[in-house]
């Protein structure tokens, strides 16, 4: 979908603002032949985007960057298109990763975003509208006829505890990293919170929005 609605074509230079392990990126590189230029503020996440983009042979295509998508060592106008995929949610103001985003990229080209949004509080058409951009199209992925996407994420208490248990044996023994347990009883309760948002319909972990920078 990111490649329909940016019109991806070989040779385009494509901005991934919050890559993460590059996913998204490799598959871009490899089945359209675009220049896919990721940005992650995470070393660690770096060296795995680069020991993917190896074994894959993508290196030629594939570059990353550690960086801060709020202050990217790009030059204006400089890509024919950029995507986030579940990443601005992580910025303390959408605005000023959008702006970023608008400064990078080139004139009449396309950015589209995949995100975790509130869905009864969250305009997203006003915020990229206030740093210049047009919008082309704006859609929540997750309503009918998608199934709920958070009937994944429901566990029973007794297949916690079953999990938990075996975790803190892992950690006692030495076999699963410190910290481990915190993690497991985290990952729990934002799950948690993540289903009863979407039975609640306040939130959406699937809201697309298209925008094109002006001529």
């Not at 032949?33 to 290196?59: C, F, P, S």
């Not at 429901?154 to 938990?164: E, Q, S």
Request: proline share 6%; charged share 25%; aromatic share 10%.
């Amino acid at each position: 979908m990111v490649v329909d609605l940016l019109n991806v074509k070989p040779g385009d230079k494509i901005l991934d603002a919050g890559c993460g392990v590059g996913g998204p990126m490799r598959a871009i590189a490899a089945h359209w032949g675009a220049n896919v230029v990721g940005i992650t503020i995470n070393e660690y996440q770096v060296n795995r985007d680069r020991l993917h983009n190896k074994k894959a042979g993508l290196d030629s295509l594939c570059e990353v960057v550690c960086g801060n998508f709020l202050e990217m060592p790009f030059e204006d106008n400089s890509f024919d298109g950029v995507y986030s995929i579940e990443a601005t949610c992580h910025a303390p103001k959408l605005e000023d990763v959008y702006s970023e985003i608008y400064r990078v990229l080139k004139p009449g080209a396309l950015y589209v975003s995949y995100e975790w949004v509130p869905t009864e509080f969250f305009d997203a058409t006003e915020i990229v509208k206030k740093v210049g951009f047009q919008v082309v199209k704006e859609k929540d992925l997750a309503k009918p006829p998608a199934n709920p996407w958070w009937s994944r994420l429901k566990m029973g208490r007794i297949a916690y505890w079953r999990n938990h248990i075996l975790v803190i044996i892992l950690s006692f023994l030495g076999i699963a990293p410190k910290g481990t347990v915190d993690v497991h009883e985290m990952l729990f309760v934002t799950s948690d919170y993540l289903t009863r948002g979407g039975e609640t319909k306040i939130f959406t972990p699937m809201h697309m929005i298209l925008c094109r920078k002006p001529e």
